[in-house]
């Protein structure tokens, strides 16, 4: 393996997934050199990103036509699709996997987003696609909803690993963690193995920024004492929330009760910095290159990955600057942004979108079905 800014990210003791996969990358040998070359350790799908891939290539039009052929309609293509993928993606990373003791070596698998307010259906879901896929080395993709937190305590509980994303605010994270550590702890009282069971929770950084930045500007233009303010803080609310979120992260990792489970085989959940949207060409590296920190993930895009590898600055800063990433969240206070409300606003335009990708995705399966009838 070379010495790149990628593989230095492991010295840090962080790890590195890839976002945005596809068959062809799947199929083609990229992403097993990516494993060998760049020690990249896990591969995250997704309904957004395999939208963009059906719809502007022929990479799927062989499976469509043939699930087609056998009565299938879009729904349950689509679903077949995505597990498919998250199965060779899993089968790719199982050496990682075993090497690293169930530590690494993940792919995910993303329930319909359409569920994220039904605890119940998302459940029912999860668990088909965890026994459809066949897969140790898999995590389960759900929204942090107040709705995904219930279904995450019961999927714990039953052994199916959980990554969950759009969490936005510190009280929704410890929500999430209480929900991940009291499943634990039930499947520890009836006597089940912990160590066979994870989770992780993905924070989707741009998104915060990108909502705030309307606010921010626009005080910025002001003629009041909150114009500097405005300034400074834009651009900044994404990072001061990750640093606050890993602030916790910490606390909950070194109480009692944790270690209670740790002792038992429990493991960590630890947390995923998205700096880029599947599929994004975004080269700025300032997300990763400020998030590089022990016991995290960084998920990444193809093209960041690139540019990370290229030029990237492999320094450990995640616990650098807290108490001023702290003060920043409480000035955004003082300039009359509701953290709760943001969080809140934030969800829900995640959920609408991801609903929109597997709306589209459906749209351009039905087209290519037909076409192959």
Excluded at 161 to 182: E, G, M
Aim: charged residues 25%.
């Amino acid at each position: 393996m070379r010495e790149t800014p990628i593989t230095r990210l492991r010295g840090c003791g962080q790890s590195v997934w890839l976002d945005g996969i596809g068959r062809s990358m799947l199929l083609s040998g990229e992403l097993a050199a990516l494993v060998q070359e760049d020690g990249v350790s896990g591969f995250a799908s997704s309904a957004a990103s395999l939208e963009r891939l059906v719809a502007a290539g022929s990479d799927y039009d062989a499976s469509i036509a043939f699930l087609s052929r056998r009565g299938l309609g879009a729904t349950h293509i689509c679903a077949a699709l995505l597990t498919e993928d998250a199965r060779l993606a899993a089968e790719l990373l199982r050496p990682v996997y075993e090497l690293s003791k169930g530590e690494e070596g993940f792919a995910t698998l993303e329930v319909s987003p359409r569920l994220a307010r039904d605890a119940g259906a998302t459940v029912a879901e999860a668990r088909r696609l965890w026994d459809t896929a066949d897969c140790p080395n898999l995590y389960i993709r759900i929204p942090g909803t107040l709705e995904g937190v219930a279904a995450l305590r019961q999927l714990v509980r039953e052994g199916i690993s959980v990554c969950v994303t759009l969490v936005f605010s510190v009280p929704r994270y410890r929500a999430v963690a209480d929900a991940y550590l009291d499943a634990l702890a039930q499947r520890a009282a009836r006597g089940l193995p912990l160590e066979c069971v994870t989770s992780v929770v993905e924070l989707p950084l741009m998104q915060i920024d990108r909502l705030l930045e309307p606010l921010l500007s626009s005080l910025a233009r002001g003629e009041n004492a909150e114009r500097s303010l405005a300034e400074v803080l834009k651009g900044k609310a994404a990072i001061a929330l990750a640093k606050a979120l890993r602030c916790v992260n910490r606390e909950i990792h070194g109480n009692d009760r944790y270690r209670v489970l740790a002792a038992r085989g429990g493991r960590a959940q630890r947390l995923v910095w998205a700096s880029s949207g599947a599929g994004a060409g975004d080269l700025d590296l300032t997300y990763p290159e400020a998030l590089v920190g022990a016991d995290t993930v960084q998920l990444m895009a193809p093209a960041t990955l690139a540019a990370f590898r290229e030029h990237g600055a492999s320094v450990c800063r995640l616990d650098d600057g807290v108490q001023e990433a702290i003060v920043l969240l409480e000035n955004l206070c003082t300039l009359g942004v509701n953290l709760h409300h943001l969080a809140q606003e934030l969800e829900d335009e995640g959920v609408e979108r991801l609903t929109r990708h597997y709306d589209s995705l459906l749209r351009n399966i039905e087209l290519k079905r037909r076409a192959a009838l």
